[in-house]
């Protein structure tokens, strides 16, 4: 069965400081793995997505993700952190046979002036 | 740009009452998602629907639950019979993987809230 975790539920950094969101996955083939945020009473939005193309993946608001394979980890990154990226992110992997996704715990980043 | 609406944005409802939720996804697009998220706690799935059949349920989507497509646009959620569990936020999503593309395009939710 797939999985993903997202190591760590509160992460706080200071505005202008880099941003790290850690999230591992399980996987028995390639998986495709996504970054969406959830702003307060907001809907899901994407950020990025691997689907076994480029390991390095950029997506919006300058966020990118690094997919490891040797290290099943897909984390989360953006050189410097802005008050707007203040919000919860989720790491998802997709179901190869259903195309379901499956939900990491979510991360809220807090961001400090 | 096309994007997934939903309807209601909020729900109060009393237990044990019906409710319909309802979303319209991108035209296109012919996988449908229904996930949920009961506060503070992660986003859930429920079902898939493609075809105007279910593809997958969870052991979450039980009798209670049902969908829809009742036209070519709406895609619907019912819940029979509300339980004070049901109190969650409720996402539609909906993907193009004809085309080759995973990516599932969410709604902004119901809240659904059962007294």
């Known amino acids: 069965a797939q999985s993903v975790t997202q190591l760590d539920s509160h992460v706080s950094v200071s505005e202008g400081t880099p941003v790290l969101l850690r999230c591992n996955y399980s996987s028995s083939y390639s998986p495709s793995l996504f970054w969406y945020v959830q702003h307060p009473n907001k809907g899901l939005q994407l950020l990025l997505k691997?689907?076994?193309?480029?390991?390095l993946v950029k997506g919006i608001n300058g966020f990118e993700a690094e997919f490891k394979k040797s290290e099943t980890s897909f984390h989360l990154t953006k050189p410097s952190a802005h008050m707007s990226d203040a919000a919860e992110y989720f790491c998802?992997?997709?179901?190869?046979?259903?195309?379901?996704?499956?939900f990491g715990t979510g991360t809220r980043l807090k961001v400090l002036a | 740009e096309p994007e997934v609406t939903q309807t209601p944005s909020h729900q109060v409802t009393q237990m044990g009452q019906e409710v319909i939720l309802r979303c319209v996804p991108i035209?296109?697009?012919?996988?449908f998602y229904w996930y949920r998220q009961i506060l503070g706690q992660k986003v859930e799935f429920l079902v898939s629907f493609y075809n105007n059949e279910i593809s997958e349920k969870s052991e979450i989507f039980d009798d209670q639950f049902s969908v829809e497509r009742p036209d070519g646009s709406n895609f619907t959620l019912k819940i029979r019979s509300t339980k004070l569990e049901d109190s969650a936020m409720y996402f539609c999503?909906?993907?193009?993987?004809?085309?080759?593309?995973?990516?599932?395009?969410f709604g902004p939710g119901t809240r659904l809230l059962v007294l």
């Open positions: 691997y689907t076994s193309a480029a390991t």
């Open positions: 998802v992997v997709s179901d190869r046979g259903t195309y379901k996704y499956i």
């Open positions: 999503a909906s993907s193009d993987i004809e085309r080759g593309q995973e990516t599932q395009y």
């Open positions: 035209s296109n697009h012919l996988y």
